[in-house]
């Protein structure tokens, strides 16, 4: 068996496009080894993409510049909360303002007039705002709240409030546009999760006050520390307990201390547990505001 010969570095490190490959030498017995994989027509590489990232670098490598990923590959590359039906689908989203990609593995889309596209991560990559609204057609109203609070969330928001309700005025009538506006009315900021998102709709549709979120709390000597959902007025903390908290030993202490220090300053902590019913979380909820001097 003849040995293989060499790639250059570069081409081992990332994929790379046949015809780049061809005008540097490399021999096209080598390009058909069974050592590279073939992501895409035209592209090798010599590892098979596994994360979304992955499978944008390997499509990077043969995508016009006129084009950019959107919809929910953009999503992903943004790191917006989807549901697992739209994370499970291995295709790549392209957009151009030109005729669409016709790629095995590409969703081909054709945008009339190119739209705000941003490098991010190595890539061109829509904006996260627009991202966004181009979800309104696969995701509930509830999962776009869930997503869009991504936007405007804690402690790195990727975009303005003021940027997201701009977005949604450009958007229009598009398919998906009635969502959109919907989720959008219901957007808050400051969100560090979905988990927090979900509990929040969850309690303000249980007619409860409605809680701010990892609003600061000024704690003795001035010290400052943060809530997951705030009850400013009836000194009442709601934390949601994730599986960082139970996992990761440094931020189970933290946690702890923080805790304390709310309890000793007179605030009353409650704690949701992941799995919890809905009907348990809004009676214990409901039970500390009243405690603190809250009426229905």
């Not at 010969?5 to 069974?34: T, W």
Request: net charge positive; charged share 25%; proline share 7%.
């Amino acid at each position: 068996m003849a040995r293989r010969g060499p790639l250059p570095l570069d081409f081992r490190l990332a994929p790379f496009h046949v015809s780049e490959a061809s005008a540097r030498g490399v021999s096209l017995s080598r390009l058909r080894a069974a050592d590279l994989v073939r992501p895409f027509r035209g592209v090798r590489a010599t590892s098979a993409p596994e994360t979304v990232l992955d499978r944008c670098n390997a499509y990077a490598a043969r995508m016009p510049a006129e084009h950019w990923f959107s919809h929910a590959t953009a999503a992903q590359l943004w790191g917006l909360p989807l549901p697992a039906r739209l994370e499970r689908d291995g295709r790549v989203h392209v957009s151009s303002s030109g005729r669409e990609p016709e790629v095995v593995g590409v969703v081909g889309h054709r945008i009339r007039r190119r739209p705000h596209v941003r490098r991010h991560r190595g890539l061109s990559v829509l904006g996260p705002a627009e991202t966004w609204c181009q979800l309104g057609s696969v995701l509930t109203v509830d999962e776009l709240v869930e997503a869009g609070e991504r936007l405007i969330g804690w402690p790195e928001p990727l975009c303005s409030p003021e940027e997201v309700a701009a977005a949604i005025a450009r958007f229009g009538s598009r398919r998906g546009a009635r969502n959109v506006r919907e989720a959008g009315v219901r957007l808050r900021e400051r969100s560090a999760s979905p988990q927090e998102t979900r509990l929040r709709e969850l309690l303000v549709r249980a007619a409860l006050p409605e809680p701010e979120l990892n609003a600061p709390i000024t704690l003795a000597g001035g010290v400052i520390t943060h809530g997951d959902l705030v009850y400013a007025a009836y000194r009442v903390v709601v934390e949601y307990d994730g599986e960082q908290h139970r996992l990761d030993p440094e931020v189970f202490h933290r946690d702890v201390d923080r805790l304390n220090a709310l309890a000793v300053a007179g605030w009353i902590v409650v704690r949701i547990r992941k799995g919890m019913a809905d009907d348990d979380v809004i009676r214990v909820v409901s039970q500390a505001l009243e405690s603190g001097g809250w009426r229905p």
